[in-house]
C-alpha cells in the first residue's frame, strides 16, 4: 500500500512539473501576470534566461514594460475581443503613419497647422471660420516635449469689437490702435509624444493624451505686423486630468 502511494505521488509530481515546464510563452503572447496579488492582463515582452534555461518573462501591460514575473506569475489567458480590438487598431495605426522626419513623423502624428498669410481681413472683425483658423495655427505646434493638436474646433465671433487690453495675455503683442473681437469657443486637446520614447507598438500608436476644451474664451486682433491671431484659453479645463494612451487626431 505505502509503495502504491509513493509511486502515485511520483506520477502525480512529475506530470506537474512537466505541465509547468510545458507551459512556456513565446513574445506577444497574451498573459495575465501576477502583480502583487492581482492578476492583470498583459501580454509577454522578453522572455528572462536564467543559466540557458526559461525563468521568467517580461510583460506589457498596455504601453509600458512593467516587470519581470517568475514562471508561476505568469499565465496563459485567450485573447479577448478587446484585444483583438486594440490589435486591430494599433496595426492600423501603424500602417498609416507618416514616414521622415517632418514634425508630425517624430510623434506618428500629421504636421501641426501653420497659417501662409494671416492679413485677411483687412478691415472689420474676422469671420468665425477664420477666427477658426487662426486659433489652430496659433495653438497648434511643437512644445519640445510634446506636440500640441487639436480637433473639433468651433469658434462664435463676437459683434462688437473694443481697444485691446494690454494687461490681457495674447499671443503676440497687440497693435493698440486696432480694434479687437472676443471669441469663445470648444475644442479638443491633445497632446501627443515623441515615438523615440515609447517602447512598444501600443506605446508608438497610442502616445497621446487628450482633454476636452469646453468653455474656451479670448481674442482675435492684429499684432504690429498686421498678422491676424486668435489665441483661446480654457482656463477651468487646463489642469482637468485626460484621457491617456490615446490615438492622435485624425489625419496622421
Not at 489652430?136 to 500640441?148: N, R, V
Not at 473639433?152 to 479687437?180: E, F, G, I
Amino acid at each position: 500500500m505505502t509503495k502504491n502511494v509513493v509511486l502515485l505521488t511520483s506520477l502525480l509530481f512529475t506530470g506537474v512539473v512537466h505541465s509547468v515546464q510545458a507551459q512556456t510563452f513565446k513574445v506577444g503572447d497574451y498573459v495575465d501576470v501576477n502583480t502583487g496579488g492581482a492578476w492583470a492582463p498583459c501580454t509577454v515582452s522578453q522572455t528572462v534566461l536564467y543559466s540557458g534555461k526559461v525563468g521568467g518573462y517580461m510583460a506589457f501591460c498596455g504601453p509600458n514594460e512593467v516587470g519581470t514575473f517568475a514562471l508561476t506569475d505568469v499565465r496563459a489567458r485567450a485573447a479577448t475581443a478587446e484585444d483583438k480590438r486594440v490589435e486591430a487598431e494599433t496595426a492600423a495605426a501603424l500602417a498609416r503613419q507618416p514616414k521622415g522626419n517632418s514634425v508630425g513623423a517624430q510623434y506618428g502624428t500629421r504636421d501641426p497647422a501653420t497659417c501662409a498669410n494671416r492679413t485677411a481681413p483687412t478691415k472689420g472683425a474676422p469671420s468665425a471660420e477664420q477666427a477658426r483658423q487662426y486659433f489652430i495655427c496659433d495653438h497648434e505646434g511643437d512644445a519640445q516635449t510634446f506636440l500640441s493638436l487639436i480637433a473639433n474646433v468651433k469658434v462664435q465671433v463676437a459683434p462688437v469689437s473694443h481697444p485691446p487690453d494690454p494687461r490681457a495675455s495674447y499671443a503676440t503683442a497687440p497693435d493698440l490702435n486696432q480694434p479687437a473681437w472676443d471669441i469663445r469657443g470648444s475644442f479638443t486637446q491633445y497632446s501627443c509624444y515623441k515615438l523615440s520614447t515609447m517602447s512598444n507598438a501600443f506605446g508608438r500608436t497610442h502616445n497621446c493624451s487628450v482633454t476636452d476644451m469646453p468653455t474656451a474664451t479670448g481674442y482675435c486682433y492684429k499684432n504690429n505686423f498686421g498678422d491676424w491671431h486668435c489665441p483661446m484659453w480654457d482656463l477651468p479645463h487646463v489642469l482637468a486630468k485626460g484621457l491617456t494612451n490615446q490615438l492622435p487626431p485624425a489625419g496622421n
